[in-house]
């Protein structure tokens, strides 16, 4: 089934994975304690040692250019290892989008120092009026000479206070249809007039930010493929990068992690029933996945991935929950910042419930994915 | 006092709970309030020291409470320590606690799934000196232990883990009553509050209460609640009636007040979008109360084994 040559490279992938990765990082991610952006940047440098920070990437792209075959089998393998998940914004969106609609200068110049892990990237799509319905978006660009002029705000961007760059969907003209006279305009975050500040949500954590633009200049170079093409761009990324679309190796990490915790609790025929469909449910994702690995994918494998390994993952983290019950309520504060704690699985627990509620909203909600899949079908016309 | 009075005193109590300054999840000290109000004892007999307001006042103030989030440990400390304390005899402890003294219970005792490792929690008032301990006779031991805050902001301690589970029985039902009923009441919040969200919020140019999708799983969810509390009216019935399937029904009730609780707490973050994971947001306040229950009293395929175990139930 799968040739010798490309179970070795996994085989490799992991000896070489596991040796790198630092004993205190893995512990970090194993317990859902909190990354700092050394963690995540230290980690990304790392992997662009080998050039497997841009992993996806084709060589035409300066990336390893790995087959469908062997992507599938690094991702599996990646996801086995209590690795961080790398920064996708910059790898898997700026980048493919500044690849398949940038001007050879805007290759030239983004796409090495995103490959090289030089420049964090974050997202600037959803604004407070524009969530799901996300061509409703107002942030304005208003053409002046050399440059836009940029004003508007964007909301729930992930890692906003860490980002070098942010590539961002602005309003540049009014159209019959709100999805036109939308661009794709990739904006340095040290510009004057950008304040980001940071939400804190119900985890305790603050991954995600308000982005304030105020008059905010932007050269015209800055543009992304041509004016008001901003929204085929953005279709163009939901379903380009089905690969990290399903979390099914990291879900087979923390069900395995989860089983070895059990202990007495699998004598509970509830909790093992659970824990079982739970395992079925994960096999036909994965073998969902490994179809895919066959042939091409569309819009439509996109959002069933994307559905069904959000729940997935979600069903995992209540599991968790069940299994360590009341030791799992003392809010440690300390321990989600990288202090102790004396069951430190139970001290995420609840925050790593709370923190994955996130799931089936960002990416384009559950419900969006939804209405993707059942336009697809006809239905609705 | 009766119901009435009680659920007018109860919401302008709960009314008054803002958010508490300070360090994420700390909680401010609302035993004393609570003690004010009359809620310590309220269940029992007013010859045994209560205010002889039975389930039926357990449901009243609990759902109050519940549709406000305040962490106060009220079905630990004001309704099942009282009636434990009752039931032994005690009613000079009764008296003390209805003055405000902190008597602390390990949450151990309460039920939970087999295998479920030991926490040594206390739970009740936070600040409590004492735990009360069946040795098998009620006995109170001295507790100095480090203050806690739970997830949803409730004060707790940690202490040894107690090994006795407390039995079935009036006190354990009583409590399970409030339980359920602060469930409901953070059930029926949540539910208004994403109703209000879903016909305020627009996208794709109409109110997202037009989707009848959306429509489907708000009618799921409010019969779920309903389904909560008929089985919550009818195990304080009940329990009021000594009717001998009391504490079947007080099961039943925390299993179906379990589940439609945390359903409703996971559709009203997904319904309102990310706004409803901010931590200022009252929808994720009412969430941490809503799982920090499920954790703490035993979730539904707990309370479902021991319906099972109670014995059957007896039709109207």
């Given at each position: 089934m799968i040739p010798d040559a490309d179970r070795a490279f996994a085989e490799e992938a992991r000896d070489w994975l596991a040796t790198r990765l630092p004993a205190t990082l893995a512990h970090k991610v194993r317990h859902d304690i909190r990354l700092s952006r050394d963690d995540l940047t230290g980690w990304q440098e790392t992997l662009a040692e080998r050039n497997w920070y841009a992993i996806g990437w084709s060589e035409d792209m300066g990336g390893p250019g790995l087959s469908p075959l062997r992507r599938y089998l690094f991702d599996r393998t990646y996801g086995s290892l209590p690795a961080p998940?790398?920064?996708?914004?910059?790898?898997?969106?700026?980048?493919?989008?500044?690849?398949?609609?940038?001007?050879?200068?805007?290759?030239?110049?983004?796409?090495?120092?995103?490959?090289?892990?030089?420049?964090?990237?974050?997202?600037?799509?959803?604004?407070?009026?524009?969530?799901?319905?996300?061509?409703?978006?107002?942030?304005?660009?208003?053409?002046?000479?050399?440059?836009?002029?940029?004003?508007?705000?964007?909301?729930?961007?992930?890692?906003?206070?860490?980002?070098?760059?942010?590539?961002?969907?602005?309003?540049?003209?009014?159209?019959?249809?709100?999805?036109?006279?939308?661009?794709?305009?990739?904006?340095?975050?040290?510009?004057?007039?950008?304040?980001?500040?940071?939400?804190?949500?119900?985890?305790?954590?603050?991954?995600?930010n308000e982005v304030f633009l105020d008059e905010v200049r932007v050269p015209v170079e800055n543009l992304v493929g041509a004016e008001g093409g901003g929204w085929g761009i953005a279709k163009f990324l939901l379903q380009h990068e089905r690969f990290s679309m399903s979390g099914a190796a990291r879900s087979r990490r923390i069900l395995g992690e989860i089983r070895a915790d059990a202990g007495d609790r699998l004598a509970d025929p509830g909790f093992l029933r659970r824990l079982t469909r739970a395992e079925v449910d994960l096999l036909a994702l994965e073998e969902i996945d490994w179809r895919l690995v066959q042939g091409a994918g569309g819009e439509a494998d996109a959002a069933r991935l994307k559905i069904r390994g959000t729940e997935i993952a979600q069903d995992l983290s209540h599991l968790r929950l069940e299994l360590k019950g009341r030791a799992a309520l003392p809010l440690s504060e300390g321990f989600l910042q990288g202090g102790t704690a004396p069951d430190p699985v139970a001290a995420m627990a609840l925050p790593t419930w709370l923190n994955l509620r996130k799931l089936s909203i960002w990416g384009g909600s559950n419900e969006v994915q939804r209405m993707i899949l059942a336009k697809g079908m006809g239905m609705g016309k | 006092m009766s119901l009435h009075d009680l659920e007018d005193a109860a919401r302008r109590f709960a009314a008054t709970r803002g958010r508490v300054p300070g360090e994420f999840g700390a909680a401010g000290d609302y035993w004393p309030a609570l003690c004010d109000l009359g809620a310590p004892g309220l269940t029992l007999p007013e010859d045994a020291g209560g205010l002889g307001l039975g389930a039926g006042g357990a449901m009243v103030l609990g759902r109050a409470l519940g549709a406000q989030a305040v962490p106060v440990g009220f079905a630990a400390g004001a309704v099942l320590v009282p009636e434990l304390l009752a039931q032994a005899g005690r009613a000079d402890l009764v008296a003390a606690v209805q003055a405000g003294e902190r008597i602390g219970l390990a949450a151990d005792m309460l039920p939970s799934a087999p295998g479920t490792p030991p926490s040594g929690l206390v739970i009740g008032p936070g600040g409590a000196t004492q735990v009360l301990v069946l040795d098998p006779g009620v006995a109170l031991r001295p507790l100095s232990a480090p203050d806690l805050v739970l997830a949803d902001g409730t004060p707790a301690q940690q202490s040894a883990p107690a090994t006795m589970r407390l039995a079935p029985g009036r006190a354990l039902s009583m409590a399970l009553v409030a339980v359920a009923s602060e469930l409901l009441g953070a059930g029926e919040r949540l539910f208004a509050l994403t109703l209000d969200h879903l016909s305020l919020r627009r996208q794709f140019g109409a109110p997202l209460a037009r989707a009848q999708a959306l429509q489907f799983r708000m009618v799921d969810l409010s019969i779920a609640l309903e389904e909560a509390r008929a089985l919550i009216l009818s195990a304080a019935e009940a329990l009021d009636g000594a009717a001998p399937d009391a504490d079947a029904r007080s099961h039943a009730a925390m299993a179906r007040a379990v589940n439609a609780a945390r359903k409703m707490a996971e559709e009203a973050i997904q319904l309102h979008g990310a706004i409803g994971m901010t931590a200022e947001a009252t929808v994720s306040v009412l969430v941490r109360a809503v799982l920090a229950r499920e954790l703490l009293w035993g979730g539904e395929e707990c309370h479902l084994a021991l319906f099972r175990a109670a014995g059957p139930v007896s039709p109207r």
């Open positions: 998940h790398p920064c996708q914004f910059g790898i898997a969106m700026a980048g493919p989008v500044i690849h398949a609609f940038g001007t050879p200068e805007q290759r030239a110049r983004f796409l090495p120092r995103i490959r090289q892990n030089r420049d964090f990237w974050c997202q600037g799509y959803s604004e407070p009026g524009a969530g799901s319905d996300l061509a409703a978006l107002q942030c304005a660009a208003r053409r002046e000479g050399g440059h836009y002029i940029v004003t508007g705000q964007k909301i729930w961007t992930t890692w906003a206070h860490w980002a070098d760059w942010m590539f961002c969907l602005v309003r540049t003209a009014h159209g019959a249809r709100p999805q036109e006279g939308i661009s794709f305009l990739l904006i340095d975050m040290t510009s004057p007039g950008i304040t980001v500040r940071p939400i804190r949500t119900l985890d305790g954590d603050a991954e995600f | -």
